[in-house]
């Protein structure tokens, strides 16, 4: 009863806080005190663990719109907190219980199956990924990433031995999973526990080295670990003697290695690496500053003032290291500036000679020369824009020079070749997904082996717009694609600054008929799609003839014969028949003038019900046989 009325709550104010401190609580003192599993078994369902991944999902959404609209967070924060930790708690109770062989037959069957329903739910998954993506220091706890950390590790120990033990409906690489991981965003916030390590417990501190050997060795990807905080942590651990385990100690061995190998070969591309967060804060900084300045009227400093002191260390750095390679070329100071520009420093020419003359690097009689030649090479560049512009307005034309029909093949094409095909994969499957949720939700199917993915699940089932929630890197980036924002405009999709949201949404109207051919769109239906399309199709023959069924003329219908005639009549017709055969009724005089109490006309309603109803139940025997 209590899962039918979180799923399906529509009018009822219920705070679920309640029942998430009661899973984290109990199931606490259930491991501690080693409750049989039969005893706590409807705890554990697919059920439950698709409603704290719809939790946790839509309460890191509304965390975000309320960090956008300067609210409190405290009770937003909370509760995803307290969600990561019943999920901990539940998957820590599966473990021992993969782990005990006393176990009932019927216990193993039931859990082999909600074993498989987990492996097989997207949501859950990618739920902590989207957590650690999303985490922000100043605003979460280091304790919270904690948590979701150790609770990551410990679901994808568990998903590796259920994949062992051939659980697995679906295909699933794990390696592809990990490799959402190995980005530089993800493993930034993992060198803030890395830099607590003397503090953490050998859990934490097992959990993050592997994640961490993961992506530099099987990923392959040991770059996005040459990061300023991880490295300084990386030498403190070295020169300190700190207890660490082989496969630790070979790690910050490897990631050094990898970092003084990368100075030495590319010192440009390493630098850029370790000052690729600096980079973003240091173009805010100055964009911000750009604008005061344009607010106040004020005006930029003249080309001979010295300004050393809008120039920062990490700057001066930069500049040096540039300098010191390209101070050979004729044209150094226009090269330093492009290169500037890929740290995010907008810095003019005349910026850089009147300030490497001001250190003494450029001697004074050569920068009148400088600037005299880049004012030639301005003009020259002006003239390049100007022609080049036509160029790069040139897609936006393609686009509205297009007819309709042709924008969305024309954006597939362009994703693809973009690299975005994935997105477009993953687009599609979403659609599939919402269709299959309100093709259960809609039939009544109980029977499926096929596991609903609880996001959809849960949006559906409280007629709500269904959303497409960002879940890697990857899936952020092309939602400011213009081709992809274009794509799912055409589709009709909602756009987050449409309904003040943070991700796009599936109308909540859209048939399942609807989504299926918005799905194909993109490129053909997905082999394994988790409902018949046959039987899918006639239904929809079905409810297409109803509706294109010719309606008689309501004043000759006297008697209840005529409903004989219709097929099976959908929900949304019941009333208008209804309606049109009362006034009818109405208009023959058939409940009679001294009839006042109106039981006649009752009467004739409930008549007509078990009319309307034996169609139904005719037409649905004949569909069968």
């Given at each position: 009863?209590?899962?039918?009325?979180l799923?399906?709550?529509?009018k009822?104010?219920?705070?679920?806080v309640?029942?998430?401190?009661?899973?984290?609580?109990?199931?606490?003192f259930a491991?501690?005190?080693?409750?049989?599993?039969?005893?706590?078994?409807?705890v554990?369902?697919?059920?439950?663990?698709?409603?704290?991944?719809y939790?946790?999902?839509?309460?890191?959404?509304?965390?975000?719109?309320a960090q956008?609209?300067?609210?409190?967070?405290?009770?937003?924060l909370?509760?995803?907190?307290?969600?990561?930790?019943a999920?901990r708690e539940?998957?820590?109770f599966l473990?021992?219980?993969?782990e005990?062989?006393?176990?009932e037959?019927?216990?193993?069957?039931?859990l082999?199956?909600?074993?498989?329903?987990?492996?097989?739910?997207?949501?859950?998954?990618?739920?902590?990924?989207?957590l650690?993506?999303?985490?922000?220091?100043?605003?979460?706890?280091?304790?919270?990433?904690?948590?979701?950390?150790?609770?990551n590790h410990?679901?994808l120990?568990?998903?590796?031995?259920?994949?062992?033990?051939?659980l697995?409906?679906r295909?699933?690489?794990?390696?592809?999973?990990?490799?959402?991981f190995?980005t530089?965003?993800?493993m930034?916030?993992?060198?803030?526990?890395?830099?607590?390590?003397?503090y953490?417990?050998?859990?934490?501190?097992?959990?993050?080295?592997?994640?961490?050997?993961?992506?530099?060795?099987?990923c392959g990807?040991?770059?996005?670990?040459?990061?300023?905080?991880?490295?300084?942590?990386?030498?403190d651990?070295?020169?300190?003697?700190i207890?660490m385990?082989?496969?630790?100690?070979d790690?910050?061995?490897?990631?050094?290695q990898?970092?003084?190998?990368?100075a030495?070969?590319?010192?440009?591309?390493?630098?850029?690496?370790?000052?690729?967060?600096?980079?973003?804060q240091?173009?805010?900084?100055q964009?911000s500053?750009?604008?005061?300045?344009?607010?106040?009227?004020?005006?930029?400093?003249?080309?001979?003032?010295?300004d050393?002191?809008k120039?920062?260390?990490?700057?001066?750095?930069?500049?040096?290291?540039?300098?010191?390679?390209?101070?050979?070329?004729?044209d150094?100071?226009q090269?330093?500036?492009?290169k500037?520009?890929?740290?995010?420093?907008?810095?003019?020419?005349?910026e850089?000679?009147v300030?490497?003359?001001?250190?003494?690097?450029?001697?004074?009689?050569?920068?009148e020369?400088?600037?005299?030649?880049?004012d030639?090479k301005?003009?020259?560049?002006?003239?390049?824009?100007?022609?080049?512009?036509p160029l790069?307005?040139?897609?936006?034309k393609?686009?509205?020079?297009?007819?309709?029909?042709?924008?969305?093949?024309?954006?597939?094409?362009q994703l693809n070749?973009d690299?975005f095909?994935?997105c477009?994969?993953?687009?599609?499957?979403?659609?599939?997904?919402?269709?299959y949720?309100k093709?259960?939700?809609?039939?009544?199917?109980?029977?499926?082996?096929?596991?609903?993915?609880?996001i959809?699940?849960?949006y559906?089932?409280?007629n709500k717009?269904?959303?497409?929630?960002l879940?890697?890197e990857?899936?952020e980036?092309v939602?400011?694609?213009?081709?992809?924002?274009?794509?799912?405009?055409?589709l009709?999709l909602?756009?987050p600054?449409?309904?003040?949201?943070?991700?796009?949404?599936?109308p909540?109207?859209w048939?399942?008929?609807?989504?299926?051919?918005?799905?194909?769109?993109?490129?053909?239906?997905?082999i394994?799609?988790?409902f018949d399309l046959?039987?899918?199709?006639q239904?929809?023959?079905?409810?297409?003839?109803?509706?294109?069924?010719?309606m008689e003329?309501?004043?000759?219908?006297?008697?209840?014969?005529?409903l004989n005639?219709?097929?099976?009549l959908?929900?949304?017709?019941?009333m208008?028949?209804?309606?049109q055969?009362?006034?009818?009724?109405?208009?023959e005089?058939?409940?009679?003038?001294?009839?006042?109490?109106g039981?006649?006309?009752?009467?004739?309603l409930e008549?007509?019900?078990?009319q309307?109803n034996?169609?139904?139940?005719?037409s649905?025997?004949?569909?069968?046989?």
């Open positions: 009863m209590l899962q039918y009325i799923i399906n709550r529509k009822i104010v219920l705070d679920d309640y029942l998430l401190w009661l899973i984290a609580f109990f199931l606490k491991r501690c005190q080693k409750v049989p599993l039969k005893t706590i078994r409807t554990f369902s697919t059920k439950i663990f698709g409603f704290l991944v939790e946790g999902v839509s309460n890191m959404e509304y965390l975000l719109i956008r609209k300067k609210q409190d967070l405290a009770n937003t909370r509760r995803i907190h307290m969600t990561v930790d999920l539940m998957l820590q473990k021992i219980c993969q005990n062989t006393e176990l037959e019927d216990d193993i069957i039931y082999d199956r909600l074993k498989g329903d987990l492996t097989d739910m997207y949501d859950l998954r990618q739920f902590f990924l989207l650690t993506r999303y985490f922000q220091l100043h605003i979460h706890s280091l304790k919270f990433l904690c948590d979701v950390v150790v609770t410990l679901f120990l568990l998903m590796e031995m259920w994949m062992n033990g051939g697995v409906r295909n699933f690489n794990m390696l592809d999973h990990i490799r959402q190995a530089v965003e993800v930034k916030n993992y060198g803030v526990l890395v830099e607590n390590v003397q953490n417990n050998l859990m934490v501190n097992n959990c993050l080295f592997t994640m961490m050997h993961h992506v530099a060795g099987d990807k040991p770059e996005v670990l040459l990061q300023v905080h991880i490295l300084k942590t990386f030498l651990i070295s020169e300190k003697d207890i385990t082989q496969e630790m100690e790690l910050i061995e490897y990631v050094l990898t970092f003084v190998l990368a030495e070969n590319n010192p440009l591309t390493c630098a850029m690496q370790l000052f690729g967060e600096d980079k973003q240091a173009t805010a900084e964009s500053s750009e604008q005061s300045v344009h607010e106040d009227g004020s005006k930029m400093m003249s080309d001979g003032e010295s050393t002191d120039w920062t260390e990490e700057e001066e750095d930069i500049l040096m290291m540039l300098y010191t390679e390209y101070q050979e070329d004729c150094f100071a090269k330093i500036r492009s500037l520009e890929d740290f995010g420093i907008e810095k003019s020419v005349d850089i000679v300030y490497l003359t001001a250190l003494g690097w450029i001697p004074s009689e050569h920068k020369k400088i600037s005299s030649e880049e030639s301005s003009k020259s560049t002006c003239e390049m824009d100007q022609s080049e512009k790069e307005d040139s897609d936006n393609d686009l509205s020079s297009l007819k309709e029909s042709e924008v969305i093949p024309y954006c597939i094409k070749k690299g095909d994935s477009v994969e993953w687009l599609k499957m979403q659609f599939c997904e919402v269709a949720t093709y259960v939700s809609m039939y009544n199917i109980s029977t499926s082996q096929e596991t609903e993915e609880p959809a699940k849960h559906v089932a409280q717009s269904v959303p497409l929630v879940y890697n990857l899936q980036h939602i400011h694609n213009k081709h992809f924002v274009r794509l799912i405009s055409n009709g909602h756009m600054e449409d309904v003040g949201m943070i991700f796009p949404r599936i909540h109207w048939s399942i008929q609807h989504l299926v051919d918005s799905a194909r769109q993109l490129g053909g239906i997905p394994d799609l988790k046959t039987a899918l199709k239904e929809s023959d079905v409810q297409s003839e109803v509706t294109d069924v010719r003329d309501p004043v000759t219908c006297t008697t209840h014969t005529h005639s219709y097929k099976r959908p929900n949304t017709m019941w208008d028949v209804i309606q055969i009362n006034k009818t009724l109405v208009n005089k058939v409940y009679g003038e001294d009839s006042k109490n039981d006649n006309k009752n009467g004739c008549q007509i019900a078990l309307v034996k169609a139904d139940r005719t649905a025997m004949e569909c069968g046989e």
